[in-house]
Each structure stands twice: as C-alpha cells, then as structure tokens.
C-alpha cells in the first residue's frame, strides 16, 4: 500500500499516531500546528520543527542560498505563532552534496540568520550529513502563555472566519516562474509571516487559529474536523493582492485557486465571536472576513457566486 492509499499526508499521520500515548506533561501531541509541553506554572513550551527538500520546497534555478535560509526560518516560525506563542530557539539538521561550498553556506545562514533576528531566535545546533540533493530540517521551540495558548480545535458555530494579509501570492509567483514569465515573485522566494506581537493580540480574541501552509480550504477542513464543527467561506471576499491577480492573467489561471489550494502564504487563519471585531481592530486590523463557522451537520462549502459547492481538499503532498 502506498502513503496515498491511506488518503494523504494527514491521513499517514493519524494512522502512525493513533496508538501513541501521551505522558504526564505533555499537554498536545501529533495534530496541531505544534506540540505543546507543560513548563511552568503560568507558561507552556512549543515545539515544531519542518523540513524543506531541493526541487520540492525551493528550486535553486530560482532561489538563492540566502533566501533558502529565511524561507525555512519563516515557515517555521509561523507555526509557533499559529499558536498564540514567540519563538526562542533553533535545532537545524542538513544534507548537503560532497561539493558545497563555503560561500554557498554563508549566504544560506545569512538568509536564516536574518530571519532569526526578526524574531529574536537563537541557534542552539543541529546535525549535518551529506546526500544527493540539499535537504533542510529546522525544530523550534518557543513559548505561550497558558491563558493565550489557542489551537485548531477552539471554532464553535457563529464564529466567523478570518484571514490576515492577502493568499495566493506565493503559488502565484511558482506559476510565474515554472512558465518564464515576468512578474512579483518574492511572496515565494522570501515569504514573510507575521510576529509574535501580531499574534499574540489576534490570539487575545480568537476561538482557534492555525497557519496558512497548505492553503485556505486546507486550513478551514484542518480546524471544522478538530473543532468538530462545519464551515462556510464566501469565495468572492478572499483577499489578495494586485500582483497575485496580475500573475493569474499573465499565467492563464484562477486566482482563487492560488488562495484556496495553493498554500505557503504563512498567514493567520482564526475563528471568532464577531463581537469581538472592534477590539482586535484596535490591536491589530490587517485581517479579511472570509466566511462563517456552522454546525457539523451542515458541512464545508463554499460560496461562488451564490451557489454554495463543496470546498476540496488543499494541497498534500501524497494526494
């Protein structure tokens, strides 16, 4: 049987978790954006770590060692931060081929090593070995504070449903590229997620929250199945930018699909009581409405142009 007979990625996952048990301390295994540990008496440690792999995560044709290096910080630091916590420290572990270079690592842990700065993560140590193609694994652990921890499983009926920035533009600048045309590309050569701060105070008012890796319709279905509940996203109010439309025209392809199935924008998706609108507008506005949290029984649709469809799967890597 292969991994994608079981029904994909997170499927595989379910299957090789489903009988580990958790010990004393360990408050959140396998199936949130990180694990999550107890510590202290006001605060839990998170941990999460994630690997990106030559010619499937980055393509050297396209991306230089430097932006290498921040694309796997920032991908990893989003997970902390998906759940309401600051980063702190790094593990990393590499292949590299017998001839790299020293000039080829310097600028890889420059790249990196700026994006530590921006988030005040220190390097602890690693491993490193060598191998066909270049493979890189980063492990975080950060921090929350056990009042403003939040998960994926947090949603509840009348929730809204709200996203932070704009989604497609890094699918939008892979499409670019895979077909030589000119255009934005740095949302997928050097992705930007969001900061603790931000995070902190969207966490203050959200019910759950995940990160935008996989792409929208992954992240609503990933948070509906661990809430329990069902969900609606209106299409026609996905916000993205003038640069992802643009390279939709340019490439002949749907906007909407970059949003929904494309993934890698490292934004904040989470649920919360509408009332509470006003108050995270004070501490935090760069956030976009996109649809409604319902009950289990009613599903996970989408809205487009009045008709309500089912809402697929987002992206997977053994679908």
């Known amino acids: 049987m292969k991994l994608g007979d079981l029904g994909g990625e997170f499927e595989f996952i379910k299957h090789v978790t489903s009988n580990i048990g958790l010990p004393p301390g360990v408050v959140k295994g396998a199936g949130d954006d990180c694990a999550v540990l107890d510590y202290s008496d006001s605060e839990y440690l998170l941990v999460t770590t994630d690997m990106m792999v030559e010619n499937d995560h980055f393509n050297l044709k396209w991306f ?24 702190l420290y790094a593990f990393i572990s590499m292949s590299l081929l017998r001839d790299t270079t020293v000039e080829f690592m ?11 700065k921006r988030h005040s993560v ?15 694994n980063l492990t975080l652990v950060g921090k929350v504070d056990k009042k403003g921890i939040r998960y994926r499983s947090g949603a509840k ?14 699918t939008a600048g892979l499409k670019l590229l895979l077909q030589g045309k000119q255009g934005y590309i740095d949302a997928h050569v050097s992705p930007r997620c969001r900061t603790a701060a931000e995070a902190a105070a ?21 948070i509906c199945r661990q809430s329990g509940t069902g969900a609606r996203i209106d299409r026609s109010v996905i916000p993205m930018s003038a640069e ?11 906007p909407y699909d970059f949003a929904l199935y494309g993934g890698e924008d490292f934004e904040l998706l989470f649920t919360m009581d509408p009332g509470n609108i006003p108050q995270l507008n004070k501490k935090f506005n760069d956030f976009t409405a996109v649809g409604e949290i ?19 799967k987002g992206y997977d890597h053994f679908a």
């Open 244 to 254: 992802t439309l643009d390279a939709a025209e340019k490439t002949g392809l749907d």
């Open 106 to 116: 310097d600028d890889f842990y420059k790249g990196l090593l700026a994006s530590f």
């Open 64 to 87: 230089s060692p430097g932006q290498t290096g921040w694309k796997l910080s920032e991908s990893n630091v989003s997970d902390i931060l998906a759940m309401g916590g600051s980063p």
């Open 294 to 312: 319902l009950s289990a029984d009613r599903g996970i649709y989408i809205s487009v142009d009045g008709e309500n469809q089912p809402l697929k």
């Open 157 to 170: 009926p009348g929730d809204i449903i709200c996203v932070t920035g704009r989604l497609g533009g890094s």
């Open 122 to 136: 220190t390097l602890l140590g690693g491993d490193t070995t060598h191998g066909t193609e270049y493979v890189f």
């Open 202 to 222: 969207i966490a203050g008012y959200a019910n759950a929250m995940i990160d935008v890796s996989d792409g929208l319709a992954s992240e609503v279905t990933h």
